[in-house]
């Protein structure tokens, strides 16, 4: 194999934040601590698993068939580790915080999810599925599912 051409990696798939997403990242959860959701966002508080204090970041929890998830579209990200870890979080838009724990689905369980995830977060969050669509077929969203955890939320306050 040249040099040019690059080995499949062992590491876990994690597409990490560029400045500009970082930037947006924090207005995002800004907005939601102070009460305004961006087209349904939350801000994630989940301890951390080295440091024990609360790391935030803005996800998109997304609701199927009368459950809510947390779906990871950069895949491997320090809240995964950290949800990993912690077993759940708690989700705040404002002066609404709910607490929860999680469940981490299976690669074979994800499938509904991600569909769903895509059909209303793809627009934000197409980058990061390559060449996968909410109308990908069942074996490519499977074969996408593997770079991307997905957690079942319960909410326990």
Same mark, same amino acid.
């Given at each position: &194999?040249?040099?040019?051409?690059?080995?499949?990696?062992?590491?876990?798939?994690?597409?990490?934040?560029?400045?500009?997403?970082?930037?947006?990242?924090?207005?995002?959860?800004?907005?939601?601590?102070?009460?305004?959701?961006?087209?349904?966002?939350?801000?994630?508080? +989940?301890?951390?698993?080295?440091?024990?204090? &609360?790391?935030?970041?803005?996800?998109?929890?997304? &609701?199927?068939?009368?459950?809510?998830?947390?779906?990871?579209?950069?895949?491997?990200?320090?809240?995964? !580790?950290?949800?990993?870890?912690?077993?759940?979080?708690?989700?705040?838009?404002?002066?609404?915080?709910?607490?929860?724990? +999680?469940?981490?689905?299976?690669?074979?369980?994800?499938?509904?999810?991600?569909?769903?995830?895509?059909?209303?977060?793809?627009?934000?969050?197409?980058?990061?599925?390559?060449?996968?669509?909410?109308?990908? /077929?069942?074996?490519?969203?499977?074969?996408?599912?593997?770079?991307?955890?997905?957690? !079942?939320? /319960?909410?326990?306050?």
């Amino acid at each position: &194999m040249s040099s040019s051409q690059s080995q499949p990696s062992s590491e876990p798939y994690y597409a990490k934040a560029n400045p500009m997403a970082v930037r947006m990242n924090s207005l995002v959860g800004w907005l939601a601590r102070h009460g305004i959701s961006f087209a349904g966002s939350a801000e994630l508080s +989940v301890r951390g698993r080295k440091s024990g204090r &609360m790391q935030r970041v803005p996800v998109n929890p997304h &609701m199927y068939d009368g459950t809510q998830y947390l779906v990871s579209a950069r895949g491997n990200s320090q809240w995964v !580790r950290n949800m990993r870890v912690a077993g759940g979080g708690e989700l705040r838009v404002g002066r609404k915080v709910r607490e929860f724990t +999680v469940a981490e689905l299976p690669d074979a369980e994800k499938l509904p999810v991600l569909r769903t995830y895509l059909e209303r977060w793809g627009w934000e969050v197409k980058q990061y599925f390559p060449g996968v669509t909410a109308g990908s /077929s069942d074996a490519e969203l499977l074969a996408a599912g593997a770079d991307h955890p997905v957690f !079942r939320i /319960s909410v326990t306050k």
